[in-house]
Structure formats: structure tokens, C-alpha cells
Nanobody, 117 residues
Framework: QVKLVESGGGLVQAGGSLRLSCRAT????????MGWYREAPGKQRELVAS???????TYADSVKGRFAISRDNAKRTVDLRMNSLKPEDTGVYFC???????????WGQGTQVTVSS
């Protein structure tokens, strides 16, 4: 059974920092591209950051220079470090995995991030 379990969300003031972590089980982690998406109230789910199997990264323009994604294949985790948080970063953050050989994707349950002004 595939599971992506997120942790690290919470309430923070604008300008603060949070680190989200996602641990994956049931997949060959090193063969999966990993990512973080967020869903703000009333908005569509959007890609925040992704990291490929070999470490290549992609960021949404709105978070470039503030967020950093990393992965640890040995621990089967992908982290999202979020600095200089803004109220518009508020939303539910979802961990995402895409198997480069299976072509299957998986989602976590999500973790709430709330940034107060």
C-alpha cells in the first residue's frame, strides 16, 4: 500500500518559516519524481515545487528564492523549506509522487499551512 504522509504544517506569522516533510512508503522512492502542491481556498491546486529523481528542481514563480525542496532517498523523504512566508502562501499542502517507470502518481492527505498577516 502506497502512503505519503506529510508533517510540519501549522500557523505562522508573515515573514516566518516552516518546514514540511513527506515520508513515502510502498514505492521505490528513488524512481519517483516528488513534489509539493498547494490548494488555497477557492483556488485550484497548483504546483509549488518539484524535484526529479536525479535532483533537478522546479519552483513556482511565486516561491522562487523563498522555498527550497530537497529529498533524501535513504530516508524516503522529501522536504519543503519555506522562508519569508506570506499570507498568500496559506493553503493545504499536498505531497505528490510520480513513478518514472510505473507512470503512476500518488497524493498525500495534505497538511494545512496558515500564514497570518
Amino acid at each position: 500500500q502506497v502512503k505519503l504522509v506529510e508533517s510540519g504544517g501549522g500557523l505562522v506569522q508573515a515573514g516566518g518559516s516552516l518546514r514540511l516533510s513527506c515520508r513515502a512508503t510502498g514505492i521505490i522512492f528513488s524512481l519517483n519524481n516528488m513534489g509539493w502542491y498547494r490548494e488555497a481556498p477557492g483556488k485550484q491546486r497548483e504546483l509549488v515545487a518539484s524535484i526529479e529523481t536525479l535532483g533537478g528542481t522546479t519552483y513556482a514563480d511565486s516561491v522562487k528564492g523563498r522555498f527550497a525542496i530537497s529529498r533524501d532517498n535513504a530516508k524516503r523523504t522529501v522536504d519543503l523549506r519555506m522562508n519569508s512566508l506570506k499570507p498568500e502562501d496559506t493553503g493545504v499542502y499536498f505531497c505528490y509522487a510520480y513513478g518514472t517507470t510505473t507512470r503512476r502518481d500518488y497524493w498525500g492527505q495534505g497538511t494545512q499551512v496558515t500564514v497570518s498577516s
